[in-house]
């Protein structure tokens, strides 16, 4: 079945530390995004990737950082500079620029500083 | 900027009972409008999505509705079941075909 795979689920890390988050997808979709949501709250768009290759910053792109050199897999580093880490980070896909079309979510990573 | 606002934040209704969830917009110029489920600790699950030349879109006993000209979509949800408790998350796609979410609604549908 085709779908959206996040890994690991849950992920700590220490002070000064960078980890990055895994987000692969068989979709055949060319677009792929990275929100975060911090308790009670909704999704706020941290990095976009329209195409290979090519990806532009969100709302809060400070402190993280993002690749995208294959079409399946756009992973997501979160630097020491992230002053605040701990949150639920949520990858999505979609058919690039086609408003007829949904995004398709993985089942997010949990990240807490410890 | 554009914002995405969602009225309630929290909602409990009896099972069986008949419901609406409201999302409001400032972005006159959307390219759709996407209803989303989301169980605790879990992803996003679509619902629905209703392109800006539409009004409304149905999917069991799911029906959304969208009027741009007030900024507003609507998602009712027919003889609420316990099964339906989550947070139901609105977003619309602007022009960089990005999704502005809202803050959602919790529903709980008590047996």
């Known amino acids: 079945d085709g779908g959206i795979t996040q890994s690991p689920k849950y992920l700590f890390r220490k002070e000064g530390q960078n980890v990055t988050l895994s987000c692969e997808q068989n979709l055949n979709h060319d677009a792929m995004y990275w929100y975060r949501q911090d308790p009670g709250q909704g999704l706020r768009l941290i990095y976009y990737s329209q195409i290979v290759n090519d990806f532009q910053k969100g709302d809060i792109a400070e402190g993280y950082s993002v690749s995208r050199e294959k079409k399946e897999s756009f992973p997501l580093t979160v630097t020491s500079a992230q002053k605040n880490p701990t949150a639920f980070y949520l990858c999505a896909s979609s058919r690039s620029r086609q408003a007829n079309y949904g995004y398709t979510f993985g089942s997010g990573t949990r990240l807490t500083v410890v | 900027k554009q914002e995405v606002t969602q009225i309630p934040a929290a909602l409990s209704v009896p099972e069986g009972e008949n419901l609406v969830l409201n999302c409001s917009f400032t972005d006159s110029a959307i390219y759709n409008l996407q209803w989303f489920r989301q169980d605790p600790g879990k992803g996003l699950t679509s619902l629905l999505l209703?392109?800006?030349?539409?009004r409304e879109q149905t999917s069991g006993r799911l029906n959304a509705s969208l009027d741009k000209s007030s900024g507003r979509s609507t998602l009712y949800i027919a003889a609420s079941q316990p099964g339906d408790s989550a947070t139901y998350l609105c977003?619309?796609?602007?022009?960089?075909?990005?999704?502005?979410f809202g803050s959602g609604t919790r529903l709980l549908v008590r047996p």
């Open positions: 977003a619309e796609m602007d022009s960089s075909y990005k999704l502005i």
């Open positions: 209703i392109q800006s030349s539409q």
